[in-house]
């Protein structure tokens, strides 16, 4: 149980262009869903918290207009990287936050989408 | 600011030993703590999660939390080579209601054959 996909699981695109990235929880209901960013030999750096039908909260910053995030279902959040430059590309990995059940307040992680930009 | 510290090693453990990480945190009012296991270019799994002081143990791996010093560390009995990785410790913070997770930078460890 607690399984998060992530789509695609490697990307790589031109400059200028904007890329989506799919979270999904896949046998479980995840109210809230976090996106991360991890550069090379760094530790994960939260970028923004999801939470189904709402908008989402982002971290100092973090900029809300190249980062679009969409909360649409409980099963699904998505991150659309806007004008993509070189400096954006990175590991992207998201989690979800098992709601209820045995489980608790643990986050899990999906197998995270490498972004390059060239 | 929310702070938690790991060695960033690398540690090296041969075969069989004991591999003991090791974490603090700033915030006295975090109330859960994570273990994560991160291979390299993969994203972290979990392995521990310690919400009380004491010790708790699944399989060959033992959490240990101590509130009052801050503390949480994670040992590995019976290091094997495929626990090589990088483990991140992560805390959560005792007030909000947003479950957002602080990590540290994370410690390298490599189990030598």
């Known amino acids: 149980g607690a399984v998060v996909s992530q789509h695609p699981s490697r990307v790589i695109c031109k400059s200028g262009t904007s890329v989506k990235i799919e979270c999904r929880s896949l046998?479980?209901?995840?109210?809230?869903m976090f996106w991360y960013r991890q550069f090379p030999k760094q530790s994960l750096m939260l970028m923004a918290t999801?939470?189904?039908?709402?908008?989402?909260?982002?971290e100092q910053g973090v900029e809300k207009d190249k980062f679009l995030i969409n909360h649409a279902s409980l099963t699904l959040s998505t991150l659309t990287v806007t004008s993509a430059h070189p400096e954006d590309s990175s590991f992207y990995i998201c989690?979800?936050?098992?709601?209820?059940?045995?489980?608790?307040?643990?986050?899990?992680f999906g197998p995270g989408t490498r972004l390059t930009v060239l | 600011q929310k702070e938690v510290e790991q060695n960033s090693g690398p540690l090296s453990v041969p075969e069989g030993a004991i591999a003991s990480l090791n974490c603090t945190y700033s915030?006295?009012?975090?109330?859960?703590f994570f273990w994560y296991r991160q291979y390299s270019g993969k994203s972290p799994e979990l392995i521990m999660s310690?919400?009380?002081?004491g010790d708790k143990e699944d399989g060959r791996f033992t959490a240990q939390l101590n509130k009052a010093s801050q503390y949480v560390s994670l040992l590995i009995r019976d290091s094997q080579p495929s626990d090589s990785a990088t483990y991140l410790c992560a805390v959560k913070g005792g007030g909000g209601s947003n479950y957002k997770l602080t990590f540290g930078k994370g410690t390298l460890l490599t189990v030598n054959p």
């Open positions: 310690i919400y009380s002081n």
């Open positions: 989690s979800a936050r098992v709601a209820s059940g045995i489980v608790g307040n643990e986050q899990f």
């Open positions: 999801s939470n189904e039908g709402s908008k989402a909260t982002y």
């Open positions: 046998d479980f209901q995840a109210t809230t």
């Open positions: 915030d006295r009012g975090s109330q859960s």
